[in-house]
């Protein structure tokens, strides 16, 4: 059964620092990866989906990497600002039976980023 | 253009009611998810529909039913609620299902059942 996992379960950084936030999961047999980042009593947004046959993907100040061989994905945020605080999710999807169709989530990361 | 659209935003029950979640999106998307988010748990499938017409039960199915009314529209029914159920409900869509497809979320629905 896939599971995922999210280390750690929140940060607290200076406004300016770079850093990386964890994902790890169990089962290699995915679609893809999913990055999510949801706001205190709002939706969620999806920032990044990187497919099993990619390596990584990147959007402005976001680059998220995968590793399926063993089971890692790290979300890479350069240069923090204040608007980046929030809850970071990280979701695969499998294709093994019992997980075909699912996005299955990690808890996620409470990030803050301190001016 | 909205994206997908959930209604209501906040409801309170009380044990044994009945309501029913609507969800709606205009990206032309064929499938269609509702998902619950509960403290400790992450997000969970409840139901999804992978075209119009069809509909499949996903992780925590019990005590709910849907309906995909249309392309466009997948309503989610509690019809005898439980304290159980009070969770913040999410819709979602992407292009097809089972395949490289992102999903995009709506808002939420945060429902308390007393």
């Known amino acids: 059964k896939q599971e995922v996992t999210q280390i750690p379960a929140a940060l607290s950084v200076p406004e300016g620092e770079n850093l990386v936030l964890n994902c790890s999961f169990t089962d290699s047999a995915i679609y893809n990866l999913q990055w999510f980042r949801q706001d205190p009593g709002k939706g969620l947004t999806s920032l990044l989906l990187i497919q099993s046959s990619q390596r990584e993907q990147t959007s402005g100040r976001l680059n998220a990497s995968l590793d399926k061989s063993s089971g890692r994905s790290t979300l890479y945020i350069a240069a923090s600002q204040p608007g980046d605080s929030a809850t970071y999710l990280c979701a695969v999807q499998g294709y093994n039976a019992g997980n075909n169709r699912k996005l299955i989530w990690g808890l996620g990361t409470s990030l803050a980023v301190n001016p | 253009n909205a994206g997908v659209t959930q209604t209501p935003k906040f409801q309170v029950l009380k044990t044994g009611q009945s309501m029913t979640l609507q969800c709606a999106q205009d990206m032309n998307h064929n499938s269609m998810y509702w998902y619950r988010q509960d403290p400790g748990m992450g997000l969970r499938l409840i139901y999804y529909s992978a075209s119009e017409g069809t509909t499949d039960k996903g992780e925590v199915p019990n005590g709910y039913n849907v309906s995909r009314l249309n392309k466009r529209e997948f309503s989610l029914r509690l019809e005898s609620a439980a304290p159980s159920q009070t969770s913040v409900y999410f819709c979602?869509?992407?292009?097809?299902?089972?395949?490289?497809?992102?999903?995009?979320f709506g808002p939420g629905t945060r429902l308390t059942v007393l």
């Open positions: 979602a869509s992407s292009i097809l299902a089972g395949a490289n497809n992102e999903q995009f």
